[in-house]
């Protein structure tokens, strides 16, 4: 069984910052991509940046120029820096890996997730 978990989430004002920090329970070798996520009340869950299979980065473009993911792969873990919040970046926030199969299909797994307040 395969298990991410989130912290770092909280209450910010706007302009303020956060760190928000995934800890997988495998070595993330094992996976092809690995990212975060957000869902706002009421809305789709959206891809905000992740690790590509290539080893490259991509970022939603409502968080080009704020966020920065990274990872450490000694201590199995992703992380995401949010600098100059905004209330809209109010959400959960969930960490995602991905494991590609050969021939097409993927198998998703998916941390708890941690809430972000932003503060108007």
């Known amino acids: 069984q395969v298990q991410l978990v989130e912290s770092g989430g909280g209450l910010v004002q706007p302009g303020g910052s956060l760190r928000l920090s995934c800890v997988a329970s495998?070595?993330?070798?094992?996976?092809?991509?690995m990212g975060w996520y957000r869902q706002a009340p009421g809305k789709q869950r959206e891809l905000v940046a992740a690790?590509?299979?290539?080893?490259?980065?991509n970022y939603a473009d409502s968080v080009k120029g704020r966020f920065t993911i990274s990872r450490d792969r000694a201590k199995d873990t992703v992380y995401l820096q949010m600098i100059s919040l905004k209330a809209e970046d109010t959400a959960v926030y969930y960490c995602?890996?991905?494991?590609?199969?050969?021939?097409?299909?993927?198998?998703?797994?998916w941390g708890q997730g941690t809430q972000v307040t932003v503060s108007s």
């Open positions: 995602n890996a991905k494991s590609l199969r050969i021939g097409g299909g993927e198998y998703d797994y």
């Open positions: 495998i070595s993330i070798f094992s996976f092809d991509t």
């Open positions: 690790f590509t299979t290539g080893g490259s980065t």
